[in-house]
T-cell receptor, first 114, second 116 residues
Framework: KAGVTQTPRYLIKTRGQQVTLSCSPISGHRSVSWYQQTPGQGLQFLFEYFSETQRNKGNFPGRFSGRQFSNSRSEMNVSTLELGDSALYLC?????????????FGPGTRLTVL | AQTVTQSQPEMSVQEAETVTLSCTYDTSESDYYLFWYKQPPSRQMILVIRQEAYKQQNATENRFSVNFQKAAKSFSLKISDSQLGDAAMYFCAYRRYTTSGSRLTFGEGTQLTVNP
């Protein structure tokens, strides 16, 4: 069974631009969560989607948004990029999004904002 | 809000020796889950071990075991017979019990070096 895939793996953007990252969960998984990893702030939860609905949201500005499609694939969008948005963005999927379920992480997308 | 603290930014161990990574957390919940994740240089997060708070017995996975002290809110990871492949960043994580959500709260991480 294929693991969680994220595209692109690397991305370079300039301030003010917007970016869309994609995450394909493991087949059959309906929950997708997004995390931002930076050296200064560590790993922070962005949001979680389950059955095309945002179920939880972290403490990030409205420039960060996401969505989930009927096939459970998810995208996150960051508008008006700032230098501080440079980070590794990790996506994780789980079967039913319950607290006892295991989350499987993707390899991440490394975003650099210049 | 729940917080997770890892007070050891870096640790090192000799190959074949044992090392213990520390983690403390703060929560007012009584039901929750605790995890240790490993992130090697490839950046792929890998689940090492999990512990359900309602279970008194400490979880064990081969060379990895935990010491879960619920009253003290402490959750340490012991790696026995350390191998070169164990070198990685280790994150302690917390998840509250809920029927609708799988949000993880992570600690700052501990960088483990294994010396040959």
């Amino acid at each position: 069974k294929a693991g969680v895939t994220q595209t692109p793996r690397y991305l370079i953007k300039t301030r003010g631009q917007q970016v869309t990252l994609s995450c394909s969960p493991i087949s059959g998984h309906r929950s997708v969560s997004w995390y931002q990893q930076t050296p200064g702030q560590g790993l922070q939860f962005l949001f979680e989607y389950f059955s095309e609905t945002q179920r939880n949201k972290g403490n990030f500005p409205g420039r960060f948004s996401g969505r989930q499609f009927s096939n459970s694939r998810s995208e996150m969008n960051v508008s008006t990029l700032e230098l501080g948005d440079s980070a590794l963005y990790l996506c994780a999927s789980s079967l039913a999004g319950t607290s006892d379920g295991e989350q499987f992480f993707g390899p991440g997308t490394r975003l650099t904002v210049l | 809000a729940q917080t997770v603290t890892q007070s050891q930014p870096e640790m090192s161990v000799q190959e074949a020796e044992t090392v213990t990574l520390s983690c403390t957390y703060d929560t007012s919940e009584s039901d929750y889950y605790l995890f240790w994740y490993k992130q090697p240089p490839s950046r792929q997060m890998i689940l090492v071990i999990r512990q359900e708070a309602y279970k008194q017995q400490n979880a064990t996975e081969n060379r990895f075991s935990v010491n879960f002290q619920k009253a003290a809110k402490s959750f340490s990871l012991k790696i026995s017979d350390s191998q070169l492949g164990d070198a990685a960043m280790y994150f302690c994580a917390y998840r509250r019990y809920t029927t609708s959500g799988s949000r993880l709260t992570f600690g700052e991480g501990t960088q483990l070096t294994v010396n040959p």
